[in-house]
C-alpha cells in the first residue's frame, strides 16, 4: 500500500432492516494505524456498520474495501466472509471459555486454523505478553477478574496479527475505575501494534479520549468526522453539540457578518429586548436565516455587578439554582426565556432569584445552521 492510502474504506455504504435504513450512505476513510471512534446515541447505526466491516451483515448499497481488496460490493456482487477478512473483532460480551487456560482460549483460533505448533506457542505468548496476562497463561479463564477476561478477548483478536481490529463497546462492562484504565492500555497497545482500529461507543469522553479521529453518527447518518479538539470546539451542527459534552443552544436570526464573525440576534421573550451576540461559524448562512448559537457552560463568565470594561456579549439573568461538582460549581440562570448553563470555578456566594451579568467571548460563541 502506498502512503495516504486507506485501511478500511466505507463508500456510500447502506444497511436497511425492513423499510429502516439503519446505515445511510455512510462513507469514510480509515488510514493504517489509525484509531476511528464511530460515536453516537443508541440504535444510530454503530455496530451494524461494524458488522458490515466484519462481514456479520451484508450491505444493502456501497462498497467495502480492506487494504486493496474490495471486501463488499452490492453493485458487483462480491461478498467475502469474515473469515477471509483478516479482522479482529472485540465485543462488550467477551465470551471467553470457561474450561480452556488463558493460553488455550488465545491459541484456539490458531488451531482451528491449522497452525504450527511452535507457531501457536509464539504467537499466543506474544499477544499475551502485550496484553500483560503472559504470568496468567495457565490459569483458567473462570478464575479472572473482569479486567482480565476483556484483555483474553482482546489478545484473541489480536493473536491473528490482523490489519483491522473492530471493537464495540469491549469496556461497557467493567466497572468505572477500571474501564479508565483499560482505555488508556487499550490505547498504548494499539501504538505499539500499530493496528488499524475502529472502535464503537456512545460514550462520548472515551471516544475524545482514546480517538485519532471521531465520526458522530445519528440515525444512520454521519454528522460529522472530525479529531477530538474539532468535534468538541467546532461541532458541525446542534446535535453534535448537544451530544459532545454539553452546550446551551439558542435559537436566533442571522443578521450581519464581520470578517470572521458573524452578528446573531436571539430572541429573549416578552419584555426583553432581544440579545444581540457576535460569534464564530455560521458559513454558508444567508442573512435572515435561522441559526442556532451554541456556547459551551465553562465558556460563560458571570459578574455580580455590570462589568464596566468590554467583555464581549453580555446578557443579564436571574440564578435559578445551582449544584455544587466537586471541582466546579454549576449554576442554571434564567435569561428571559433561556435557561443557561454555566460552569464557576470560583465559588461566589450565588443564591436562587439573584439577579447576575453573564458574558462570553465572540470566539467562544458558535453560529450553527442545523
Ligand atoms: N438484526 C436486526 N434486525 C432488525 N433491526 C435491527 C437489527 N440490528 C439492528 N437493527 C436496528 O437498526 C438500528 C441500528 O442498530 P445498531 O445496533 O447498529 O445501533 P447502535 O448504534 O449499535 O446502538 P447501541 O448503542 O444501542 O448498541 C436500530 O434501530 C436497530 O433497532
Ligand atoms: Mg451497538
Redesign the pocket.
Known sequence: MSAGEAMVALDRLNKY??A?R??NDVTLSVAPGEFVTLL????????????CIAGLERPDGGDIRIGRQTVASASQGVYLNPEDRNIGMVFQSYAVWPHMTVFENVAYGLRVRRAPGHVIKQRTMRALELVGLAQLAERYATKLSGGQRQRVALARAIVYEPKVVLF??PLSNLDAKLREQMRVELVRLQREVGITSIY?T?DQSEALVMSDRVVV?NK?VIQQIGDPQAIYARPANAFVASFIGVANLMQGTLIGRSGELCEMEIPLGEGRSPLRVSAVGGEGAAMGQTVILSVRPEDILVHLKAPETAVGNLTEGQVIDTVYLGNFLECRVRAGTHELGVQIDHFENLQPGQKVHLSFKPEHGLCLTG
Do not use: I, Y
Not at 40 to 51: A, N, Q, V
Open positions: 432492516f425492513g429502516e439503519a446505515v453516537g446515541p443508541s440504535g444510530c447505526g454503530k455496530t451494524t456498520t461494524l458488522r464495540d463497546e464503537v456512545h453518527m444512520g
